[in-house]
């Protein structure tokens, strides 16, 4: 079952296959065989070879990458570009940096040096450097789980980021887009959702965050959102 999906600089298509456990790399002109399969089919793990239910990946411009894993693990791992470990990192220890409760989207922005961690369950967003060292969290309880982050190429200061559905507090939350300054960490700006979107599952932000698509897993929907120029 495709959950996370990102496009790469050469125009590689990368999936993570919550329901095999595994990452998929596509050629932009072929979909139907692989050029890179990262973990091993239907076997779950939590060693460098296998993922339980990745969530999502980032993908540096040498190749090098980067997965949400995810669902079961709760971590970050770092791979080269032909899928060899190199790095990861999390924490057993609860409300410290890198304990992850499912870690759900990874917004990555290179000359900033910035890779950011939907921290769903955590309610946070979480920051590091692209070497896995922690930079700052912003916490975001008023808002609930953090489904998904994203940010716009031309700007790494604001990460864009949408709440989601919490069936264990009946969804109290209004769903919305959260701005939040990745220099100090804090929340900057929100714009709310209309009320047919109750459960935003991702954002996807273009190139000057003049539009701004919101995922909706039920029922199946995208919304796109314009900044309107009023002068």
């Not at 900033?112 to 939907?118: E, G, S, T």
């Not at 590091?128 to 912003?138: M, P, R, S, V, Y």
């Not at 995922?215 to 009023?230: D, H, T």
């Amino acid at each position: 079952m495709p959950h996370g999906l990102k496009v790469d600089s050469e125009g590689n298509i990368w999936v993570t296959d919550v329901g095999r456990h595994q990452v998929l790399k596509f050629a932009p002109n072929n979909l139907k065989e692989p050029i890179l399969v990262v973990g091993e089919s239907m076997v779950p793990g939590s060693d460098k070879k296998h993922f339980c239910q990745p969530a999502d990946i980032a993908i540096l411009r040498n190749g090098d990458f980067f997965v949400a894993d995810g669902y079961c693990n709760s971590r970050i791992v770092k791979f080269n570009k032909n899928g060899e470990f190199l790095a990861e990192w999390s924490s057993e220890d609860e409300g410290m940096p890198s304990h992850f409760f499912v870690p759900h989207s990874l917004a990555l922005h290179e000359t900033q040096n910035l890779i950011c961690v939907a921290d769903r369950e955590n309610y946070r967003v979480q920051c590091f450097d692209l070497n896995g060292n922690f930079l700052h969290e912003t916490s975001l309880k008023d808002y609930g789980p953090i489904y998904s982050v994203d940010f716009a190429v031309n700007n790494g200061s604001v990460l864009y980021a949408v709440n989601g559905y919490n069936s264990r507090l009946k969804d109290q939350y209004d769903k919305k887009i959260i701005m939040i300054s990745t220099k100090t960490g804090d929340v900057i700006g929100t714009i709310p959702l209309i009320p047919e979107i109750r459960t935003p599952h991702s954002i996807a932000v273009n190139d000057d965050a003049t539009e701004i698509y919101i995922g909706n897993l039920n029922p199946p929907a995208v919304y796109k959102y314009v900044l309107v120029n009023y002068n």
